[in-house]
């Protein structure tokens, strides 16, 4: 271990299977084997890297847990019978024998069925990390340990562990029940914990297996997936699942996408649309180019996205953890003096009943609940919501996104689709409009802006020539400038206008007109000169509108900062219902608009889709990107929309708030739960009122505490969002 506490033996080129704590993610391991901090065994961290077949943990657990109970029911029917009416056995066989019996069935119990909690009870002492297992191991050595003696040597024991008749009694009953019930709770946590990736093994088992390469020589053949290449030409035949990302080159389809956008209705795909591995082709025949293979893949990001989110932890699990760690001290100090109280103030025989509860305490007292009360529920939040389209990058992305209070929104492709369409174009005087229109393609075909590329497509539409452009130059957040044919062009704002010294009062009122419309407006100058303008518009999503007015019932104060024009953006704000504009921004200026939001308290959430988001999503105190938007901005986010719409937003925040009053209903079950069971279990009840809980009871009581935590976890597997 080194300074920080961190594990992490797996080299940075590595990418074989990596195994992780549950408990302890920092633990990274290149083999399988136990935490070294707590002594659990380590889990694969990624699900595509899981063989077919049963966890090798849960199968253990579970054969261990049948030859325990079949050992145990007998132990407990020798030891409890005569208080339950059927004492008979007990007779039948005398109490020595029924001594050895309960030794010989009890033994295996602990030293077997139990050795995984004994074993890392011993790593959490020698590493000085205690858990609860460091009290399961006390409570129930303690119980057999004493039980041992009393059966091989009960002379040595003096009068005050003896009963009225001069008897010792042994408790293996106490002993083989507490081990029993810790193996069905931990199993019934490992079967939880499988049940949240249910959706990335879904996922997993939705990919297609294979793929139809087309060769050069037009024969077609089918290959492992893995084995194709970006560039390679697929056949998608009817009914088959997409191999990988790509792009339609041939045909005309619908294929089903709900598995990755959640959105029941199948989307037509025509040439040059985009394609999803593993979504799934409808009644016609697709022709696709390969685009982006194996961990490169959309299906490959949300898996790893989703695990790493299921990994990490919520800055309240700290809380959590600072509790758990002043917390089990305190219990071995709360036992051993309820064993000298007892041993003194106790009735005969005194010592014995010291030893009930001390066991008792510590067995009460294990914080199994609290240290689910988290995990279990990012775990099962971040499975929810990646069947919602909903990904998670982290815990911590989650518990802010609840207190978030101001929600900023880029304009393209986040309110809008993303996807302008050339609308006008307006010359100067002097000027013709295929000139200006040929001028202003031929140089935006270098940019990869969306504006850019409806300003190239519109002049093909319109059967406008466009030629090569030389020297291109893009100015962030105002245009781009180069040459074509031999002439000097610039396309851009007024900001690009201003800074080359020109004045555009010509084409102003054609400019404010198209912008009251919702409009991108671009001004083209040719050799330091104005040669007219071009007009864009991209179409409002049709969930906008709706989603914004739902965040807004949310709590959320919904900001527009855009590049584009002010009169172009306040026209779009006002037709979602924003009040809230700000305009003709660079990309520092919603990095410092958000930043000045920061210093006055406000929490603040980024939504966006461009490169020019990126940083913007960076300095937000919740960033989040459109899954449909550059995958810098996706990789700056700590929440990615897979559809792309607002109204993913809604459900994120749904499932924050889901998320973290889950939390806390989990911590506040187990830290009351202790509380409360600590005092009875060390016997305060008993001056008063005879109550004194046998270490049994309190076996149960703790893995009916831990199952209350795993079952209100699960409920956000069902929640609506």
């Known amino acids: 271990m080194d300074a920080g506490g961190q594990h992490d033996t797996v080299p940075d080129d590595y990418t074989g299977a990596v195994y992780t704590c549950p408990m302890h993610p920092q633990v990274r391991q290149t083999r399988p084997g136990s935490c070294p901090i707590c002594g659990m065994g380590l889990e694969l961290a990624s699900a595509a890297m899981a063989k077919e077949g049963p966890d090798p943990e849960l199968a253990d657990f579970t054969r261990r847990l049948r030859v325990g109970a079949v050992l145990t029911i007998p132990v407990l029917i020798l030891a409890m019978g005569p208080f339950l009416g059927f004492g008979a056995v007990r007779e039948a066989l005398g109490e020595r024998a029924a001594l050895w019996t309960e030794l010989i069935l009890g033994t295996p119990v602990v030293l077997w069925s139990g050795l995984p909690f004994l074993a890392r009870g011993w790593t959490s002492f020698r590493t000085m990390n205690l858990n609860m297992f460091s009290l399961i191991a006390m ?324 059967g406008v020539r466009v030629a090569e452009a030389a020297d291109f130059e893009s100015v962030t957040g105002k245009g781009v400038s180069g040459t074509v044919e031999s002439r000097t062009v610039a396309v851009g704002n007024l900001k690009l206008v201003q800074d080359l010294g020109l004045e555009a009062e010509a084409l102003t009122e054609d400019a404010d007109r198209r912008r009251e419309e919702g409009e991108t407006v671009m001004f083209v100058i040719l050799d330091g000169e104005l040669a007219g303008l071009v007009s864009v518009a991209d179409p409002m999503k049709d969930s906008t509108p709706g989603a914004i007015k739902a965040l807004q019932r949310l709590g959320f104060r919904v900001i527009m900062a855009t590049g584009d024009n002010e009169r172009t953006a306040r026209a779009v704000a006002g037709r979602v219902g924003i009040d809230d504009v700000r305009a003709d921004l660079l990309p520092e200026d919603k990095v410092r608009i958000i930043r000045d939001l920061q210093t006055g308290g406000r929490r603040v959430a980024m939504a966006g889709d461009g490169v020019n988001d990126a940083p913007a999503l960076a300095q937000a105190d919740v960033g989040i990107a459109m899954g449909t938007g550059a995958d810098v901005a996706i990789q700056s986010a700590g929440i990615t929309l897979v559809k792309g719409n607002l109204d993913g937003i809604v459900r994120a925040r749904r499932l924050a708030r889901a998320t973290m009053r889950n939390i806390r209903q989990n911590l506040f079950f187990a830290l009351a739960y202790n509380a409360s069971g600590v005092p009875v279990a060390a016997g305060l009840l008993y001056p008063f009122f005879g109550i004194l809980i046998s270490p049994m009871f309190a076996a149960f009581a703790m893995t009916a505490s831990s199952i209350s935590v795993v079952v209100n976890s699960l409920r956000l597997r069902g929640l609506r969002v």
């Open 139 to 462: 409570g129930v050595m303690a119980a057999w340990l004493y039980s041992v003696v009393a059966v091989l040597a009960p002379g040595i024991f003096p009068d005050g562990f003896r009963d009225a008749d001069g008897g010792v009694g042994v408790y293996f009953e106490a002993a083989a029940v507490i081990v029993t019930l810790v193996l069905l709770g931990q199993i019934m946590e490992l079967r939880a914990r499988q049940g949240t990736g249910k959706a990335i093994r879904a996922l997993l088992d939705m990919a297609a297996k294979t793929a139809r390469v087309i060769r050069e020589d037009g024969r077609e053949e089918e290959i492992p997936l893995d084995h194709v290449q970006p560039g390679d030409r697929l056949r998608v035949r009817p009914g088959d699942k997409v191999p990988v990302d790509g792009r339609v080159v041939d045909g005309r389809s619908f294929v089903d996408e709900s598995m990755i956008t959640g959105e029941p209705i199948p989307a037509e795909k025509t040439p040059g649309d985009p394609l999803t591995g593993a979504t799934i082709n409808g009644t016609g025949s697709l022709i696709m180019e390969a685009a982006r293979v194996g961990a490169d893949t959309v299906l490959s990001q949300i898996i790893e996205m989703v695990e790493n989110a299921q990994r990490s932890r919520a800055p309240i699990q700290q809380y959590a953890d600072k509790v758990a760690g002043f917390f089990v001290p305190l219990v071995i100090l709360v036992s051993v003096g309820s064993f000298g109280a007892w041993s003194l103030l106790g009735p005969p025989p005194a010592l014995a009943y010291a030893l009930l509860a001390a066991v008792a305490v510590l067995i009460i007292a294990c914080p199994c609940a609290l240290g689910l009360a988290t995990p279990m529920s990012i775990m099962t939040a971040t499975g929810r919501g990646a069947q919602a389209g909903v990904l998670i990058e982290n815990a911590e992305a989650l518990e802010r996104f609840e207190k978030v209070d101001t929600l900023i929104v880029d304009k393209t492709g986040t309110l809008t689709k993303g996807e302008p369409q050339l609308v006008a174009v307006f010359p100067a005087t002097g000027h013709e409009e295929a000139t200006v229109l040929k001028l202003a393609a031929s140089l935006e075909k270098g940019s990869e802006h969306p504006l850019a590329e409806a300003i190239v497509r519109g002049a093909e539409e319109r």
